[in-house]
Protein backbone atom coordinates (compact mmCIF):
# COMPACT_ATOMS: atom_id res chain seq x y z
CA UNK A 1 0.00 0.00 0.00
CA UNK A 2 1.33 3.38 -0.74
CA UNK A 3 1.83 5.77 2.08
CA UNK A 4 -1.35 7.42 3.74
CA UNK A 5 -1.39 11.08 3.32
CA UNK A 6 -4.83 12.12 4.36
CA UNK A 7 -5.73 11.13 7.91
CA UNK A 8 -8.70 12.02 10.15
CA UNK A 9 -9.64 14.79 11.89
CA UNK A 10 -9.30 14.91 15.60
CA UNK A 11 -12.89 16.10 15.69
CA UNK A 12 -14.08 12.74 14.08
CA UNK A 13 -11.73 10.48 16.18
CA UNK A 14 -12.73 11.79 19.65
CA UNK A 15 -16.30 11.78 18.50
CA UNK A 16 -15.74 8.55 17.35
CA UNK A 17 -14.25 7.13 20.46
CA UNK A 18 -17.16 8.84 22.43
CA UNK A 19 -19.44 6.80 20.77
CA UNK A 20 -20.99 9.71 19.16
CA UNK A 21 -20.98 9.56 15.43
CA UNK A 22 -23.37 8.25 12.87
CA UNK A 23 -22.99 4.56 12.21
CA UNK A 24 -22.34 5.59 8.56
CA UNK A 25 -19.37 7.70 9.29
CA UNK A 26 -18.52 5.29 12.12
CA UNK A 27 -17.82 2.67 10.22
CA UNK A 28 -15.86 4.98 7.47
CA UNK A 29 -13.35 5.84 10.68
CA UNK A 30 -12.97 2.03 11.86
CA UNK A 31 -12.15 1.34 8.39
CA UNK A 32 -9.59 3.93 7.86
CA UNK A 33 -8.17 3.09 11.45
CA UNK A 34 -7.67 -0.57 10.51
CA UNK A 35 -5.33 0.05 7.85
CA UNK A 36 -3.21 3.32 9.14
CA UNK A 37 -1.22 3.25 12.53
CA UNK A 38 -1.10 6.33 13.01
CA UNK A 39 -4.83 7.38 13.36
CA UNK A 40 -5.38 3.82 15.28
CA UNK A 41 -2.36 5.36 17.88
CA UNK A 42 -4.46 9.05 18.24
CA UNK A 43 -7.50 6.81 18.46
CA UNK A 44 -6.07 4.86 21.66
CA UNK A 45 -4.89 8.19 22.76
CA UNK A 46 -8.59 9.60 22.74
CA UNK A 47 -9.66 6.09 24.24
CA UNK A 48 -7.07 6.78 27.02
CA UNK A 49 -8.48 10.14 27.86
CA UNK A 50 -12.54 8.56 28.04
CA UNK A 51 -11.12 5.88 30.61
CA UNK A 52 -9.64 8.95 32.59
CA UNK A 53 -12.67 10.44 33.22
CA UNK A 54 -15.05 7.35 33.75
CA UNK A 55 -12.55 6.71 36.38
CA UNK A 56 -12.88 9.84 37.93
CA UNK A 57 -16.51 9.95 37.95
CA UNK A 58 -18.07 9.03 41.66
CA UNK A 59 -19.30 5.77 41.79
CA UNK A 60 -23.42 5.82 41.33
CA UNK A 61 -24.41 2.14 43.46
CA UNK A 62 -26.55 -0.31 40.91
CA UNK A 63 -29.20 -2.34 42.87
CA UNK A 64 -28.35 -4.92 44.35
CA UNK A 65 -27.65 -8.26 42.81
CA UNK A 66 -26.52 -6.40 39.61
CA UNK A 67 -23.14 -7.78 39.15
CA UNK A 68 -24.32 -11.30 39.62
CA UNK A 69 -27.66 -10.83 37.12
CA UNK A 70 -25.08 -9.69 34.60
CA UNK A 71 -23.18 -12.17 34.98
CA UNK A 72 -25.54 -14.59 34.18
CA UNK A 73 -26.42 -12.90 31.42
CA UNK A 74 -22.84 -13.10 29.93
CA UNK A 75 -23.49 -17.24 30.70
CA UNK A 76 -26.67 -17.36 28.35
CA UNK A 77 -25.49 -15.60 25.65
CA UNK A 78 -22.35 -17.80 25.46
CA UNK A 79 -20.22 -17.99 22.38
CA UNK A 80 -23.19 -17.32 19.72
CA UNK A 81 -23.57 -13.56 20.66
CA UNK A 82 -24.54 -11.48 17.45
CA UNK A 83 -22.44 -8.47 16.05
CA UNK A 84 -22.56 -5.49 17.40
CA UNK A 85 -23.39 -2.65 15.96
CA UNK A 86 -20.46 -0.46 16.65
CA UNK A 87 -17.69 -0.66 14.28
CA UNK A 88 -14.58 -2.44 16.04
CA UNK A 89 -11.13 -1.59 14.24
CA UNK A 90 -8.73 -4.37 14.03
CA UNK A 91 -5.81 -4.41 11.54
CA UNK A 92 -6.58 -7.75 9.84
CA UNK A 93 -6.74 -7.64 5.99
CA UNK A 94 -7.43 -10.03 3.52
CA UNK A 95 -8.55 -8.76 0.35
CA UNK A 96 -10.04 -4.90 -1.06
CA UNK A 97 -12.23 -4.78 2.42
CA UNK A 98 -10.53 -4.82 5.81
CA UNK A 99 -12.60 -6.52 8.42
CA UNK A 100 -14.88 -3.63 9.84
CA UNK A 101 -16.52 -3.73 6.13
CA UNK A 102 -16.05 -6.74 5.52
CA UNK A 103 -18.92 -7.34 8.59
CA UNK A 104 -21.02 -4.53 6.59
CA UNK A 105 -20.75 -6.22 3.26
CA UNK A 106 -20.88 -10.00 4.30
CA UNK A 107 -17.38 -10.55 2.63
CA UNK A 108 -15.56 -9.13 0.21
CA UNK A 109 -15.68 -7.44 -3.12
CA UNK A 110 -17.27 -10.77 -4.66
CA UNK A 111 -20.53 -9.93 -1.83
CA UNK A 112 -21.21 -6.56 -3.09
CA UNK A 113 -24.22 -6.18 -5.03
CA UNK A 114 -23.40 -3.22 -7.69
CA UNK A 115 -25.92 -1.25 -9.00
CA UNK A 116 -25.36 1.32 -12.44
CA UNK A 117 -25.35 4.36 -11.44
CA UNK A 118 -24.18 6.03 -15.10
CA UNK A 119 -21.18 6.88 -17.06
CA UNK A 120 -19.53 3.19 -15.96
CA UNK A 121 -19.54 4.21 -12.33
CA UNK A 122 -21.52 1.60 -9.89
CA UNK A 123 -22.75 1.81 -6.11
CA UNK A 124 -23.76 -0.30 -3.61
CA UNK A 125 -25.71 1.06 -0.20
CA UNK A 126 -24.98 -0.35 2.79
CA UNK A 127 -27.50 -1.18 5.45
CA UNK A 128 -27.00 1.55 8.75
CA UNK A 129 -29.17 3.24 10.82
CA UNK A 130 -30.93 6.63 9.06
CA UNK A 131 -28.46 8.79 10.81
CA UNK A 132 -26.23 8.61 8.13
CA UNK A 133 -25.68 6.92 4.31
CA UNK A 134 -22.99 4.90 3.27
CA UNK A 135 -22.10 3.32 -0.02
CA UNK A 136 -19.32 1.59 -1.76
CA UNK A 137 -18.75 3.29 -5.25
CA UNK A 138 -16.60 1.27 -7.62
CA UNK A 139 -15.12 4.18 -10.67
CA UNK A 140 -13.56 2.41 -13.84
CA UNK A 141 -10.06 3.83 -13.69
CA UNK A 142 -10.13 7.27 -15.61
CA UNK A 143 -13.54 7.94 -15.36
CA UNK A 144 -15.11 10.91 -13.49
CA UNK A 145 -17.68 11.00 -10.72
CA UNK A 146 -20.95 13.25 -11.59
CA UNK A 147 -19.56 17.01 -10.11
CA UNK A 148 -21.13 17.48 -6.68
CA UNK A 149 -21.34 19.46 -3.90
CA UNK A 150 -22.24 18.37 -0.10
CA UNK A 151 -25.21 19.60 2.68
CA UNK A 152 -23.48 18.30 5.03
CA UNK A 153 -20.32 16.24 5.77
CA UNK A 154 -19.24 13.75 3.55
CA UNK A 155 -16.01 11.23 4.13
CA UNK A 156 -14.72 9.22 1.03
CA UNK A 157 -12.47 6.25 2.30
CA UNK A 158 -10.04 5.11 -0.81
CA UNK A 159 -9.70 1.08 -0.50
CA UNK A 160 -8.36 0.09 -4.04
CA UNK A 161 -6.68 2.12 -6.60
CA UNK A 162 -6.09 6.41 -6.53
CA UNK A 163 -8.83 9.40 -7.32
CA UNK A 164 -8.02 13.48 -7.99
CA UNK A 165 -10.71 15.90 -7.32
CA UNK A 166 -10.00 19.99 -6.73
CA UNK A 167 -8.39 19.48 -3.79
CA UNK A 168 -5.49 16.68 -3.88
CA UNK A 169 -4.56 12.80 -4.81
CA UNK A 170 -6.06 10.47 -2.90
CA UNK A 171 -5.03 6.43 -2.69
CA UNK A 172 -5.14 3.58 -0.83
CA UNK A 173 -5.88 4.46 2.46
CA UNK A 174 -6.56 8.06 2.24
CA UNK A 175 -9.77 10.08 3.38
CA UNK A 176 -11.44 12.98 2.25
CA UNK A 177 -13.49 14.68 4.39
CA UNK A 178 -15.57 17.02 2.07
CA UNK A 179 -17.85 20.40 4.04
CA UNK A 180 -20.49 22.09 2.49
CA UNK A 181 -18.02 24.52 0.87
CA UNK A 182 -16.23 22.01 -1.34
CA UNK A 183 -17.81 21.54 -4.66
CA UNK A 184 -15.56 18.57 -6.01
CA UNK A 185 -15.51 16.43 -9.23
CA UNK A 186 -13.54 13.55 -8.42
CA UNK A 187 -11.52 11.57 -11.49
CA UNK A 188 -10.33 8.11 -11.11
CA UNK A 189 -6.72 7.67 -11.74
CA UNK A 190 -5.73 5.69 -15.20
CA UNK A 191 -4.49 2.08 -14.34
CA UNK A 192 -6.53 0.54 -11.81
CA UNK A 193 -10.28 0.68 -11.10
CA UNK A 194 -11.10 3.07 -7.77
CA UNK A 195 -13.33 1.23 -5.22
CA UNK A 196 -14.07 3.69 -1.95
CA UNK A 197 -16.81 4.31 0.74
CA UNK A 198 -18.02 7.23 1.37
CA UNK A 199 -20.46 8.56 4.45
CA UNK A 200 -22.93 11.44 4.01
CA UNK A 201 -25.26 13.03 6.58
CA UNK A 202 -27.51 14.69 4.21
CA UNK A 203 -28.09 14.40 0.55
CA UNK A 204 -25.50 15.48 -1.98
CA UNK A 205 -26.28 18.14 -4.26
CA UNK A 206 -25.85 17.28 -8.15
CA UNK A 207 -25.56 20.40 -10.80
CA UNK A 208 -26.13 18.40 -13.34
CA UNK A 209 -29.60 17.96 -14.20
CA UNK A 210 -29.32 14.13 -15.04
CA UNK A 211 -27.81 13.15 -11.77
CA UNK A 212 -30.10 15.27 -9.79
CA UNK A 213 -33.35 13.27 -11.60
CA UNK A 214 -31.84 10.03 -10.72
CA UNK A 215 -30.61 10.97 -7.44
CA UNK A 216 -33.78 9.59 -5.38
CA UNK A 217 -33.88 6.52 -7.28
CA UNK A 218 -30.13 6.22 -6.51
CA UNK A 219 -30.43 6.96 -2.77
CA UNK A 220 -27.79 9.29 -2.61
ZN1 LIG B 1 -4.89 8.00 9.29
New binding site residues.
Given amino acids: MTE?K???TDDLLMAYSAGALPEGFSLVVAT??S??D???A?MLAFDAVGGAVVDDLSPVALSEGSFAETLARIDAVGADAGAETAPEPTTARSGVFPTPLQAYVGGDLEAVRWRRVGGGVRQAVLRVDRSSRVRLLHIPAGTAVPDHGHRGTELTLVLQGAFRDEVDHFGT?D?EIATEELDHQPVADLGEDCICLAATDAPLRFHGLLPRIAQPFLGI
Fill in positions: IHHLHILCECRRGI
